[in-house]
């Protein structure tokens, strides 16, 4: 039988939607016991609370969605929800059950489980927030699948823009997502996390936590030492930042079980991941959360 930890909590919703409503109660129900709880729920309620903890010391990294336990478990929940919300088959199929999460508490699974999920279309138009995988493969090389973490309040309209990208378009030229898309046979996109538009302010939480999930991280990222190159600045910090929350996400599996990605698990049919820069750390247009 799973241990399920229920709280009961009062948060002022400011806090998670902006709006002026008073304060409310607000149930979170999610099972993180060590010993009965599915490795998916484990790695995502510590993955939470670690990269809070790896933030603590940095002011510029406070947000007053993460500064209580009960906030975070809260956000861990929403994660979580989201991740379930993604069914293998589309609504209109009568057994249309299984999850995301049923496919990733397999320890088997990999990347062809994952492509199994219904395909994003271009005409899609969910009214959420979407973090999605691309899968690129069919390489000239033949060389495996590469994948690509991303989120859109469009997902339509990103499909289509991932679609069109070209050789000659240089606004992308250097970027190494945008190579491996050019040099791809076939590329699809697939819902990992889809969360409701008032959750707003956790979007780039969960894209962080689903790119150490499958480990998306770059490895040009990783090795990056060229001094004299014109970002050289820009790119050093995401070389660190990437390492660190990598290093935050290996403690995590280490001790909740989870196989990793790209990087750790050999199994999962892609070694190669395309982010560079940490969802939590960029440089957004909206600045949502930690901003550097």
Known sequence: MHSVFEIGIFVRREALDHDLHPPQAIHIEINVNNDDADVVTQTIFQLV????????DDQNAYS????????????????????????????????????????????DFCISDIC?????????VPNLIVNYLMVYSDF??????????????????????????TASDIRFQQSVHYQSAREAGECHMYHVCDLEYHD????????QITVLLFETINNSVLDFH???????????????????LLGVAHHVFANTGWPGGCISN???????????????????????????
Not at 150 to 157: F, P, R, W
Not at 200 to 207: K, M, Q, R, S, T
Not at 274 to 290: A, E, F, G, I, S
Request: glycine content about 4%; some cysteine.
């Open 116 to 124: 199994k999920l219904r395909r994003v279309e271009i005409t899609d």
């Open 200 to 207: 707003v302010d956790i979007v780039p939480f969960a894209e």
């Open 64 to 107: 007053s969605i993460f500064d209580t336990p009960e906030k975070r478990l809260l956000v861990a929940q929403k994660i979580y929800n989201g991740m379930k919300r993604v069914k293998v088959l589309p609504d209109y199929v009568d057994d249309n059950t299984e999850t995301l999460i049923d496919i990733l508490t397999n320890p």
């Open 266 to 292: 050999a199994s999962l049919g892609a070694s190669v991941g395309l982010n560079w820069k940490m969802p939590v750390v960029q440089h957004d247009v909206k600045r949502l959360l930690w901003n550097k």
């Open 226 to 244: 060229n001094y004299n190159h014109p970002q050289a600045g820009e790119f050093t910090a995401d070389r660190e930042f990437a390492k660190g």
């Open 49 to 56: 609370e670690e990269i809070c903890e790896y933030f603590k």
């Open 140 to 165: 000239p090389d033949a060389r495996d699948p590469e994948i690509y973490d991303g989120k859109s309040l469009q997902i339509g309209y990103r499909l289509e823009t991932h679609q069109s990208i």
